[in-house]
């Protein structure tokens, strides 16, 4: 069973950054993918990037101010957030695509609460 824990959510100001972190056990996975869920509303794609070749994808609010990478020796995948916004605050969610099918194990999320 996949395990993901997830670090590097906290409060801070518009304008700032912040670096999230998403930990795997296992092996390199086909694909990992951030995902948030503000407050009332439905979770949404934040960002993606593919195991093997580090292709990554962005939604368009993030493009410029967000960059996914990962480290394959640490099996981490990480979340640089720039230029902060108050409507980034959400939980952050890390998930994997194990079989090539869609993110089928997810984190337990880490808040990120950016205040204006």
């Known amino acids: 069973q996949v395990q993901l824990v997830e670090s590097g959510g906290g409060l801070v100001q518009a304008g700032d950054s912040l670096r999230l972190s998403c930990k795997a056990s296992g092996r390199t996975y086909i694909s990992y993918g951030w995902f948030r869920q503000a407050p009332g509303k439905e979770r949404e794609f934040v960002a993606s990037?593919?195991?093997?070749?580090?292709?990554?994808r962005y939604a368009d609010f993030v493009k410029g101010r967000f960059t996914i990478s990962r480290d394959n020796a640490k099996n981490t995948v990480y979340l640089q957030m720039n230029s902060l916004k108050p409507e980034d605050t959400a939980v952050y969610y890390c998930?994997?695509?194990?079989?090539?099918?869609?993110?089928?194990?997810w984190g337990q999320g880490t808040q990120v609460t950016v205040s204006s």
């Open positions: 990037i593919r195991g093997g070749d580090g292709y990554a």
């Open positions: 998930a994997v695509d194990q079989l090539g099918l869609g993110y089928d194990a």
